[in-house]
C-alpha cells in the first residue's frame, strides 16, 4: 500500500499508544490486567478505549462476567493491529532481523501435560504454517521443574501451573486453570452430585504415583474420601480410559474441554470446591528481546486467547 499525503493526515488522528492499549485488553480479556500489564491505572485504559471506539465506532469490548469479551470488529482487526506493533517494535528496537519464513532454529519448551494435550497442536500448526525451518522440542515440566528447566538453560520457555520466578527470569500470566470432571454419560449418569461422585471410581493424574490430590485434600476438608482405582502419569490417557467405562477423571479445564469433544464424553465441575491456578509463561530475561523466541511467545498468546475465545462463543451457545 502506498501512502500519500493524505493518509498521513489521516494517522494523525491515531495516537499509538491506543492501539498499543487494545493490544493489551485484547489479550487479558480485562480493563485491570490491561491496565497492570501498561502500568498505568484502569481509568488511563478506559479513557484509551473510549477515544479508539469513538474513532472506530464500534464498541470493540463488551463487559461479561469475567472481564470483557472483543467485538466482532476488535476479533477483524486484532490480526492487523498486532501485526503494525511488531512492525513498530521492530523498526524501533529489534537490532537483529528475524523473518519467520526463513529462519531455521530449535525452540526448546518446557510444557505441564495438560498443555500437550491442546496447545501444542495448534502451535505446532501455527509454526508450520508460517515458520517451516522452526523446530518445537517440548520437554515435560512442572511445578517443580519448570522455572529451573529456563535457569538451566534446557528450555527456552516453560508454561505451566509454576511457582514464583527468580528475578533473572521473566513471567507473563496465560489464563486461570480451574478443575472439571469427566466422565462418559453412557456409564456415569448426570448430573454429577456428589453422591455419585464419591461412589464412582476415579482415575487420576499422578507423576508419582501418590493416590492423594488435589481432589482428595478438597474432600477430605469436607470429611469425605473417593476412591481412586487407577493412576496414570498425563493428562492425554485419562480420556481414553474414562471412555466406555464407570469412571470419573478431574483434569485442568481447557484440556478437558478438548479432550470431551474428541473422545465423545462429557464435562461437569467436580461437586466440590477446588482452587483456581493461574497459568504462567516463563523465560530468561536475557531472551526478552530475542526476535524469534518474542515471536513465538506471541503465538502461544494468540493461541490461548483463541481458545478462550472459542469456549466463551460455544458457551454463549450451549
Not at 492487523?80 to 532454529?105: C, I, W, Y
Not at 504454517?129 to 528447566?149: C, D, F, N
Request: aromatic share 6%; proline share 5%.
Amino acid at each position: 500500500m502506498m501512502f500519500n499525503q493524505h493518509d498521513y493526515a489521516k494517522l494523525r488522528q491515531v495516537d499509538l499508544n491506543l492501539l498499543v492499549v487494545f493490544a493489551a485488553v485484547f489479550r487479558e480479556r480485562s480493563v485491570k490486567r490491561a491496565a497492570k500489564r501498561l502500568f498505568v491505572g484502569q481509568s488511563a485504559v478506559s479513557m484509551a478505549l473510549g477515544r479508539l471506539r469513538e474513532l472506530l465506532d464500534d464498541a470493540l469490548f463488551v463487559k461479561v462476567a469475567t472481564g470483557v469479551e472483543p467485538t466482532a470488529r476488535a476479533v477483524a482487526i486484532e490480526p492487523m493491529v498486532r501485526q503494525a506493533l511488531e512492525l513498530v517494535h521492530g523498526a524501533v528496537f529489534d537490532t537483529n532481523e528475524f523473518d519467520p519464513k526463513t529462519a531455521s532454529r530449535i525452540i526448546r519448551l518446557g510444557l505441564a501435560d495438560d498443555l500437550d494435550v491442546w496447545l501444542l497442536p495448534r502451535l505446532l500448526d501455527d509454526v508450520r504454517r508460517h515458520a517451516p525451518g522452526l523446530v518445537i522440542g517440548v520437554q515435560a515440566s512442572s511445578w517443580y521443574t519448570g522455572t529451573s528447566m529456563v535457569e538451566r538453560g534446557e528450555a527456552n520457555i516453560a508454561i505451566g501451573v509454576l511457582p514464583k520466578p527468580s528475578r533473572a527470569l521473566v513471567s507473563e500470566e496465560l489464563y486461570t486453570q480451574r478443575f472439571v470432571s469427566i466422565f462418559d454419560p453412557r456409564h456415569v449418569e448426570r448430573p454429577l452430585t456428589m453422591k455419585r461422585f464419591l461412589e464412582t471410581p476415579h482415575v487420576m493424574v499422578s507423576i508419582t504415583g501418590d493416590l492423594v490430590g488435589l481432589v482428595d485434600e478438597a474432600l477430605r476438608a469436607q470429611g469425605k474420601q473417593r476412591r481412586v482405582v487407577a493412576t496414570v502419569s498425563g493428562f492425554g490417557s485419562t480420556a481414553a480410559l474414562v471412555k466406555g467405562r464407570p469412571l470419573i477423571a478431574t483434569i485442568p479445564h481447557v484440556a478437558a474441554s478438548i479432550l470431551a469433544r474428541t473422545y465423545g464424553l462429557a464435562t461437569a465441575p467436580p461437586p466440590v470446591a477446588m482452587a483456581t491456578y493461574p497459568v504462567t509463561m516463563v523465560w530468561h530475561g536475557k531472551d526478552d528481546r530475542d526476535p524469534a523466541l518474542r515471536w513465538v511467545r506471541d503465538r502461544i498468546c494468540g493461541i490461548v486467547n483463541s481458545e478462550a475465545s472459542s469456549r466463551a462463543s460455544r458457551g454463549r451457545k450451549e
